[in-house]
């Protein structure tokens, strides 16, 4: 059997390429999410990383399916935070998601939809997902899953709603992306909990909500995120801080 490859590259290489221990590729699996749990639950270390070139039972927040075809980029990593690291991380990883996305677009294009949306021109291209084992009180690791439209194919009835990054750049390849991605998630853990100023300013740069009527998570006007990645609202009753919950415009 030939060695597996990702766009050309032997998968054997790729640790070493973005300074990770440890990659998996797999040509499909059900989730790179539950993947990398396997591989907290065996103990292996902060920064091992999952990639699927197509996910049969991707999913999202809230339980929604997270469509994952052949063409885009679905990976998944370990991260093991203290304590106090958790805070802000999926904002924090929003970030390097759409930092990425800049850099191969050659353009500043990327904005941010609190909780967990990378939006292209006004289409989802891509989004981060969070989920924790906890012992008690203490994170024992977090699954970090990120999945971004590349030159997989769009169903016709979410045309409208998502976009890819081949439509702006035809020649893209999935390699280009993690190039920049995995490398920079992997210090998204780094002793911080909350945003740092300058990750404020970035994420203010690019805040698709900001200023938007909003019907949920609750009524009133999107004003831009806490430094722990809360959603501040504004409404008749004053001003709101959101934890988590799910975004509809009024």
Do not use: Y
Not at 143 to 163: F, H, Q
């Amino acid at each position: 059997m030939a060695p597996l490859t990702l766009d050309g590259v032997p998968a054997a290489s790729l640790s070493r390429r973005w300074g990770v221990p440890q990659v998996v590729v797999s040509r499909t699996m059900p989730s790179s999410l539950d993947a990398v749990h396997e591989l907290g639950a065996r103990g292996a270390t902060h920064g091992a990383t999952v990639i699927a070139e197509e996910q049969t039972a991707g999913r999202g927040r809230d339980g929604r399916t997270w469509r994952s075809p052949l063409g885009g980029v679905w990976l998944a990593m370990l991260l093991r935070p203290g304590p106090g690291e958790i805070g802000a991380l999926s904002i924090r990883a929003g970030l390097v998601a759409a930092d990425a996305v800049d850099e191969v677009l050659a353009r500043p294009a990327a904005r941010l939809k609190w909780p967990n949306d990378v939006l292209l021109d006004g289409r989802k291209v891509g989004g981060v997902l969070c989920e924790t084992r906890w012992l008690g009180d203490v994170p024992q690791w977090l699954a970090l899953g990120v999945g971004i439209n590349v030159a997989n194919e769009i169903p016709a009835e979410l045309a409208g709603r998502a976009a890819t990054l081949c439509e702006v750049v035809p020649d893209l390849r999935r390699i280009d992306l993690l190039d920049h991605l995995v490398p920079a998630l992997a210090t998204v853990a780094a002793g911080r909990q909350a945003l740092t100023d300058s990750e404020c300013r970035a994420f203010a740069e690019r805040d698709w909500l900001r200023g938007r009527a909003l019907r949920l998570p609750a009524p009133g006007r999107a004003e831009g995120l806490t430094p722990e990645g809360a959603l501040l609202v504004s409404g008749g009753a004053g001003q709101v801080v959101v934890r988590e919950g799910h975004v509809e415009l009024a």
